[in-house]
């Protein structure tokens, strides 16, 4: 168990909806990172923040968003979507105290289909 | 542009034998890090090694050793004494400090380990 929780773990919406992904991180890590797996693209980063602030961006659509709350937990919010969107979605964490290497923990992710 | 490269889409080995998974990375930053992850068919991501840019010694994490070889830009994973439960896909993943250590993956590899 990587201390990483992702909710909910499977999502089944149709086109064109909206749908939102949430991520709680380790205790006491500061960053957060989301990842797209598709079976086309592989594993993509999407966007990263760090203590409530947005450190950077990856290949991010522009109908995707996210933000980190005080509480450091991440959401991810998929709008309009597509049938291409359907994939594995995972939230990775790190930069704990002590943590002495960039070493990321990874959630169980969610997996996404749209219909 | 950040690069990893794994050329090896998929790898047979024996059990109770050693294999080596290659990576190989393209980049022009001095500090960065290395990783491999194991993603089994439950999809989670497990993370097995890390080698830092400076670090002079290879890593080595029990059965999982890396070979890091910095001039010709490789970070092959030797797996030794394959066991079963060995049998997943394999990714490289690359971070680099300057960019807030986003990881930068390969294209994975698929491990079988045959009885």
């Known amino acids: 168990d990587s201390g990483v929780t992702q909710t909910p773990k499977h999502l089944i919406t149709a086109t064109g909806q909206r749908v939102t992904l949430r991520c709680s991180p380790r205790?006491?890590?500061?960053?957060v990172y989301w990842y797209q797996q598709s079976l086309d693209q592989g594993l993509q980063f999407l966007i990263q923040y760090y203590n409530g602030e947005e450190r950077a961006k990856g290949n991010i659509l522009e109908r995707f968003s996210a933000q980190q709350f005080p509480d450091l937990h991440s959401e991810l919010n998929l709008s309009s979507l597509e049938l291409g969107d359907s994939a594995l979605y995972f939230c990775a964490s790190s930069g704990g105290q002590g943590q002495t290497t960039n070493e990321q923990f990874f959630g169980p992710g969610t997996r996404l289909t749209v219909l | 542009a950040q690069k990893i490269t794994q050329t090896q889409p998929g790898m047979f080995v024996q059990e109770k034998e050693a294999v080596t998974l290659d990576c190989t990375y393209d980049?022009?930053?001095?500090?960065?890090?290395l990783f491999w992850y194991k993603q089994p068919s439950s999809g989670e991501m497990i993370f097995l090694i890390y080698?830092?840019?400076?670090?002079?010694q290879n890593a080595t994490e029990g059965r999982y050793s890396l070979n890091f070889q910095k001039a010709r830009k490789s970070a092959n994973l030797v797996i030794s004494a394959s066991q079963l439960g060995d049998s997943a896909m394999y990714f490289c993943a690359m971070s680099r400090p300057a960019t807030g250590n986003q990881f930068y993956f390969g294209t994975g590899t698929s491990l079988t380990v045959i009885p």
């Open positions: 205790s006491g890590d500061l960053s």
């Open positions: 980049t022009s930053d001095q500090s960065y890090g």
């Open positions: 080698q830092g840019s400076y670090d002079e």
